[in-house]
């Protein structure tokens, strides 16, 4: 079964009206998603409880039975070297939360529909390098259309 780590605009995508495209093709790929071994962090449920409490609702009935990954140190030294590296700007070190979570963990693909930061072919491929560097296996950076 395939390990799958999903940020927070995955999972907003699906009951966000105000892109509908964006929102169906999440719903699509929903269906895949589900036969994954999902993971998702308590950086995520933060990120997500922060919302409207009748989209928390939704919310948590669509994550429900996912696995919640807990901050650590390894995690936050290897977002660390990513954001000193110039992968990720200091601003954005929960971006750089995310991969390395899912780095850690040995989870082998993150999707999300950040293009600014996550799915881009310059993030893939520095990630890749340092995630070599540092032992770790590479980490597909993907949005939810490609799974």
């Known amino acids: 079964m395939k390990k799958i780590y999903l940020d927070t605009t995955v999972i907003s995508a699906l009951f966000d009206a105000r892109t509908p495209e964006r929102m169906a093709y999440t719903k699509t790929a929903w269906e895949e998603i589900k036969k994954c071994e999902v993971y998702i962090s308590e950086l995520v449920l933060d990120e997500l409880h922060s919302a409207t409490p009748d989209l928390v609702e939704k919310f948590n009935k669509a994550i429900e039975g996912f696995n919640v ?13 990513y954001v000193k590296q110039g992968i990720f700007p200091e601003k ?3 971006d750089a939360l995310h991969v390395a979570l899912a780095s850690t963990n040995e989870i082998g693909i993150l999707i999300s529909w950040n293009f600014r930061h996550l799915v881009k072919i310059k993030t893939r491929k520095l990630v890749a390098v340092v995630n070599a560097l540092q032992d770790y296996q590479t980490v597909e950076i993907i949005a939810p259309p490609e799974l």
């Open 69 to 81: 990954l807990k901050s650590t140190e390894r995690a936050e030294s290897l977002a660390s070297i």
């Open 92 to 94: 954005y070190f929960d």
